[in-house]
C-alpha cells in the first residue's frame, strides 16, 4: 500500500511562490511515476506535471502548457518526497492540488488520472488578484 501526503498549501498574491510537497510511504519509490494534479471549483482535475522513471536514476519530466516555464517538478528519492515549485501564481492557479503515484507510468499515461493508483488528499492553494 502506498500513502501519500501533501503539504504546502495556502493562500499566496498574483505573482507570488509556493512548494507543495508530497510525502510518500510504502513503497520502491525511486521507480514510481509521480504526477501532480489539480480540480478548481466546478472543474474537472486536470494534469499539471508528471515525473517519469527511465532507468537507474533517469527521469523525464513533463508538464501542462498553462504551467509550463512556472512550475518545476523534483523529487527526492533519499526523503521519498515530490516537491512542486509554483512561481508567478495566477488567479486561475487557484484549486487543490494532488499528488498522485504509480508504478507503471508511461508517455502515453502520465496525463491521464485514471493511470494513477495511488492519491494524496489534496492541498488547497488560492491565488488572490
Known amino acids: 500500500q502506498v500513502q501519500l501526503v501533501e503539504s504546502g498549501g495556502g493562500l499566496v498574491q498574483a505573482g507570488g511562490s509556493l512548494r507543495l510537497s508530497c510525502a510518500a510511504s510504502?513503497?520502491?519509490?525511486?521507480?514510481?511515476?509521480m504526477g501532480w494534479f489539480r480540480q478548481a471549483p466546478g472543474k474537472e482535475r486536470e494534469f499539471v506535471a508528471a515525473?517519469?522513471?527511465?532507468?537507474?536514476?533517469?527521469?523525464?519530466?513533463y508538464y501542462a502548457d498553462s504551467v509550463k516555464g512556472r512550475f518545476t517538478m523534483s523529487r527526492d528519492n533519499a526523503k521519498k518526497m515530490v516537491y512542486l515549485q509554483m512561481n508567478s501564481l495566477r488567479p486561475e492557479d487557484t484549486a487543490v492540488y494532488y499528488c498522485?503515484?504509480?508504478?507503471?507510468?508511461?508517455?502515453?499515461?502520465?496525463?491521464?488520472?485514471?493511470?494513477?493508483?495511488?492519491w494524496g488528499q489534496g492541498t488547497q492553494v488560492t491565488v488572490s488578484s
Open positions: 515525473m517519469r522513471w527511465s532507468t537507474g536514476t533517469t527521469y523525464y519530466t
Open positions: 510504502g513503497h520502491t519509490f525511486s521507480s514510481y511515476g
Open positions: 498522485a503515484a504509480d508504478a507503471a507510468l508511461t508517455p502515453a499515461t502520465m496525463r491521464r488520472e485514471d493511470k494513477y493508483d495511488y
